[in-house]
């Protein structure tokens, strides 16, 4: 079965930077692209990067463009995001996520990053 | 970026009753619409593709439809686990985005 295990997340000062790691397994990790999705707690999704299978592509949503890097290593099974110069409002649980075609169709259980001095 | 903006923001109703969600995108999407459910302390899951496609596993009471702006959800009888919120997202362009979430709650 699918299992994407995130983990990195804790507690950093504005300003500062995390690495966030997600382990994924029971499917074949190369060929698919993978997203990181955030989320503040009792509050809405917010879309956050996606990389290709190959780590050809990447996107990114405005609000972390320049700040943000996500990659991945398919030798490990494993996606990455890299997070520079967090603020206050980048507080939240960030899920990783496999894509289907465009759509998410498995979702790990999130790690949260709280941003706070 | 395209907005999706969902409505209502919650939605009040009794088990076997019929849930009508909305999703309005700001520009056409075709039919790049996502659907998901998600339940407290839970990470969302799949419900629909493309607008109208169920996704495996997910009971046939639930449906979308819709194409270009204006997409609905609709389940046709709510049962107790049908409780939570649901989010709309498009994969039409990038940057991904998400519509804000309606809650279906017990009323």
């Known amino acids: 079965q699918v299992q994407l295990v995130e983990s990195g997340g804790g507690v950093v000062q504005p300003g500062g930077s995390l690495r966030l790691s997600c382990a994924a397994s029971?499917?074949?990790?190369?060929?698919?692209?993978m997203h990181w999705v955030r989320q503040v707690p009792g509050k809405g999704l917010e879309w956050v990067a996606f990389?290709?299978?190959?780590?050809?592509?990447?996107f990114y949503a405005d609000s972390v463009k320049g700040r943000f890097t996500i990659s991945r290593d398919n030798s490990k099974n494993t996606l990455y995001l890299q997070m520079n110069s967090l603020r206050a409002e980048d507080t939240a649980v960030f899920y990783c996520?496999?894509?289907?075609?465009?759509?998410?169709?498995?979702w790990g259980q999130g790690t949260l990053v709280t941003v706070s001095s | 970026e395209i907005v999706l903006t969902q409505s209502p923001a919650t939605l009040s109703l009794s088990p076997g009753e019929r849930a009508t969600l909305s999703c309005r995108a700001s520009?056409?999407?075709?039919?790049?619409l996502v659907w998901y459910q998600q339940k407290p302390g839970q990470a969302p899951r799949l419900l629909i593709y493309d607008a109208s496609n169920r996704a495996t596993g997910i009971p046939a009471r639930f449906s979308g439809s819709g194409s270009g702006t204006d997409f609905t959800l609709t389940i046709s009888s709510l049962e107790p686990e049908d409780f939570a919120v649901y989010f709309c997202q498009q994969r039409s362009n990038w940057p991904r985005t998400f519509g804000q979430g309606t809650k279906v709650e017990i009323k």
């Open positions: 029971g499917f074949t990790f190369s060929s698919y692209g």
């Open positions: 520009q056409s999407v075709s039919t790049y």
């Open positions: 990389i290709r299978y190959d780590g050809s592509s990447k």
């Open positions: 996520a496999k894509d289907l075609l465009g759509k998410i169709d498995y």
